[in-house]
């Protein structure tokens, strides 16, 4: 798609918002409560990464997210408002102030928008576990976040959304002026990425201070081999974890690994959600939760995996050794079975391919099949997150029993690893990832997550093996 041309609004374009910022201040002056004015704009080209490293430390949390094979990005800086829930009632907790803030959110659409609706974005994260981790570095169980402003592009348009928050204190004048800074400060952003050539070059995993060693695998293989013993009719499927610390003598750099991340895995989404303290969640993951456009639910089951060949030939034999493998078929269906059953719970009729296909990516495949269904509006996003989290493709069969056994056997929280991350949209759309192929980062240390399906004749050794690549490939990206 060709890149659309636009300018910045100037001084005299934003007489054009004066008569909306009157009519929400008026709304405020009657008592209505505080209000949103949320006002979007056509900006010139540019490259929404780019953005993360000058406006990320001064705005505190950051949520960055771009799938870069269909052209759609998106990063929101700050909080206009912001929520944090813990506990069984996390996601209902999350939709009711949504909710609540929606009923004061007042939109404006610049008019060189043509093309390009844009929304306001509440953006969410939440742990996979109901209660939040313990620790400095970590992130709450849920947060929702209305940004500041947030930059979108989608194919060849870029839009700006600044959010502001009206009070009886807010004049017309102050108003102004914060989007005349902050029109000027994208302004001043870069507008394209250094030819990744042309970067500094990249360590290799032999210069870190710290790797996974003997110890590690013999502790993740012996807790494999006790899970088969748990394995049964009542239990299926147990995802395993294992978290790999990683140190080096300078600080890790995230704006460099994430442009690494996204050359490399175009399939994938590159994501990263700072929590405003100094830590980072980032990585680039295969596995969409659900995405809604206009009332239509798309979902991916997406279990089963073998690593890529050395050579084309090589390569075409792993993938036909994965789609006629009984137990990574059997794998996948738990998946696929598991997600047509939440969304019939709900209401939908969920329809999908008889068969999977391979999603290939540069270091390992994958059998995946879409599920499509069409949602009521009355459903909320948030609702059917909540239905679809923990899938089997992370948690294991039946969920509950399958949980049990992480507590039981992994020797770290999972904080975001796992769990959904995303958006909801004023006008009903959404989409979440699954936070996998991730990793925590804080200064010189970063804690890389990678995990495997354990289900009848799983072999430990070749779990370990899985895991290990999952994890040297996200390893070598932020290095």
């Known amino acids: 798609m060709p890149v659309a041309s636009y300018c910045l609004p100037s001084r005299q374009d934003l007489q054009a918002v004066q ?42 949390y950051h949520l960055y997210l771009e799938h870069p094979a269909a052209q759609e990005a998106v990063v929101a800086f700050g909080s206009a408002v912001a929520g944090q829930f813990a506990g069984r009632d996390r996601f209902a907790a999350t939709q009711r102030f949504i909710e609540t803030w929606q009923q004061n959110l007042q939109c404006y659409q610049d008019p060189a928008l043509d093309g390009m609706a844009l929304v306001p974005r ?50 017309l004048a102050s108003v102004l002026k914060t989007l005349e800074e902050r029109l000027d400060t994208v302004q001043a952003l870069p507008h394209s990425y250094p030819n990744p050539h042309a970067s500094p070059r990249f360590l ?50 995230v704006l460099p690994s994430l ?13 990263a959600v700072g929590n405003g303290r100094g830590t980072t969640f ?24 073998a690593p890529r060949g050395r050579h084309a030939q090589e390569d075409r034999h792993l993938a036909l050794q994965l789609l006629h493998s009984p137990k990574e078929q059997g794998e996948h269906q738990l998946v696929v079975k598991f997600l047509h059953q939440q ?7 969920p329809q999908s391919p008889s068969r999977p296909t391979l999603l290939k990516l540069s270091n390992i495949q994958h059998l995946h099949t879409p599920i499509q269904a069409r949602v009521s509006s009355q459903i909320h996003p948030l609702h059917l997150v909540e239905a679809l989290h923990p899938t089997p493709a992370v948690a294991g069969v039946p969920t509950a029993a399958a949980c049990d056994h992480i507590h039981r056997y992994e020797r770290f929280d999972r904080g975001l690893y796992a769990a959904p991350l995303g958006w909801v949209g004023a006008n009903g759309d959404s989409e979440f990832i699954v936070g996998i192929r991730s990793a925590l980062i804080n200064g010189n240390w970063a804690r890389l997550y990678a995990g495997a399906g354990i289900v009848a004749g799983s072999d430990p050794a070749r779990e370990w093996a899985e895991i290990t690549l999952k994890s040297r490939a996200l390893g070598e990206s932020l290095v």
């Open 19 to 60: 008569p909306f910022i009157n009519e929400c201040l008026a709304r405020v002056a009657q008592g209505q409560g505080p209000q949103v004015a949320s006002l979007s704009f056509a900006i010139p080209a540019l490259d929404p990464l780019l953005a993360l490293a000058p406006l990320a430390h001064r705005q505190g």
């Open 259 to 271: 442009a690494k991340l996204r050359q490399r895995y175009p399939d994938c989404y590159t994501f």
């Open 282 to 305: 980032m990585g680039a993951s295969p596995e969409r939760l659900l995405s809604i456009t206009q009332g239509q639910l798309l979902t991916d089951a997406l279990a089963g995996s």
């Open 122 to 171: 509440f953006f969410c994260n939440f742990s996979f576990f109901s209660q939040p981790p313990q620790g400095q570095l970590d992130f709450p169980a849920a947060m929702v976040v209305l940004p500041q402003w947030q930059v979108v592009r989608r194919g060849g348009l870029y839009g700006l959304t600044v959010n502001l928050v009206l009070t009886a204190e807010t004049t």
């Open 204 to 253: 290799g995993l032999g210069e870190l201070t710290t790797w996974p060693d003997a110890q590690a695998s013999h502790h993740f293989q012996d807790s494999v081999a006790q899970a088969l013993r748990h394995l049964d009719r009542q239990v299926q499927k147990i995802v395993l974890a294992h978290a790999f610390d990683m140190v080096r003598e300078t600080p890790f750099q």
């Open 343 to 349: 969304l019939r719970g709900l209401g939908l009729r």
